[in-house]
């Protein structure tokens, strides 16, 4: 697997950002006067200022902590980062999911503030959503109004979205496979893992991100302005913690193909947000650019924006 070398610069967005991140949990039984539909864990700068928000939805039956480390790098770079934990016992059916996620992004506006430090605002104009694997086609179905949300998104990330497994495609059934359908106006960005498609054999025949559900396809579905990645040497998995604690930790540890090395390259991925957030194209486009400067391996790199710059490599 390929990590930064020495003789390469290191891009800042790979890096710690500026902001000191502190983090709590919230219960849904919360004190509050606005208590969260559903449990949270939420991260901040600790520095007085006013942050954009992400909302983060985890994958499938997958802990909200098991993102720990990147929530805390992606908060480094100045943004709040709420992500719920929609169900811990039995999964909810997809479009019981996704009406659970548009309650906790209504609920943002009433409730969020009350649970941030004092000398920090969320900014819900600058509303990103998020997810990896199941939460990440939460996502995009939020994105697409499906749970009617009253919340407004600015931009959408998938990371590893998967819609369907070998035995067919889950509800809401999102894809439809015509290019550029979804109906969507805000900017996309797709992060995709070259192992995510394939299979452990045998012990688990299933892969955990199987071709024609995967990121290829959400991403040919998405409109202009769209970007999207693929970490060639990395599994579906490869975006949690190292070592996620629990029972669920470790079967969701052996479940799918992993890459090979340190797991930290991966989860460094902010530079989307960052470009249209804060107008930082520097970072942004040396990546599209330049793949090589990342902390990983990327093909598929694929940049296509409103004004015909369109870049592939």
């Known amino acids: ?34 208590p969260p539909p559903k449990p949270l864990l939420i991260f901040t700068p600790s520095e007085k200022g006013t942050y954009p928000v992400i909302l983060f ?7 909200n902590y098991f993102y720990t480390h990147l929530f805390r790098h992606i908060s480094s770079h100045g943004f709040i980062i709420v992500s719920p934990q929609l169900y811990t016992t039995v999964p909810p059916t997809g479009m019981g999911e996704v009406e659970s996620a548009a309650k906790v992004a209504d609920w943002l506006q009433s409730g969020l503030q009350s649970l941030l430090p004092e000398n920090v605002e969320a900014n819900l104009e600058n509303l990103a959503l998020s997810g990896h694997s199941r939460g990440g086609k939460t996502a995009f179905a939020l994105a697409l109004g499906y749970g009617d949300p009253t919340q407004s998104f600015s931009a959408l990330v998938g990371i590893d979205p998967v819609a369907g497994n070998r035995f067919g495609a889950t509800t809401p059934q999102i894809l439809t496979y015509e290019p550029n359908s979804f109906n969507l106006s805000i900017p996309v960005t797709v992060i995709g893992t070259g192992l995510g498609a394939e299979s452990k054999g045998i012990t688990m025949p299933c892969a955990c991100a199987p071709k024609k559900f995967n990121h290829e396809e959400f991403f040919n579905e998405c409109k202009l302005p769209r970007a999207h990645f693929n970490a060639k040497d990395y599994g579906h998995m490869d975006v949690l913690d190292d070592d996620p604690s ?16 340190p797991r930290d390259p991966m989860r460094r991925c902010v530079a989307f947000l960052n470009y249209y957030y804060f107008q930082e194209k520097v970072d942004f486009d040396t990546i599209v650019n330049e793949p090589s400067v990342a902390p990983v391996v990327l093909d598929q790199v694929q940049f296509d924006t409103t004004n015909a710059i369109n870049l592939k490599y």
């Open 57 to 63: 939805f985890p994958g499938f039956y997958l802990r």
């Open 1 to 34: 697997m390929a990590q930064l070398s020495e003789t390469k610069p290191a891009v800042p967005v790979f890096l710690p950002g500026k902001y000191k991140p502190t983090s709590k949990s919230v219960d849904s039984s919360s004190s509050s006067q606005s």
């Open 246 to 261: 629990g029972f669920i930790g470790r079967l969701a540890d052996s479940m799918c193909v992993n890459g090979k090395g």
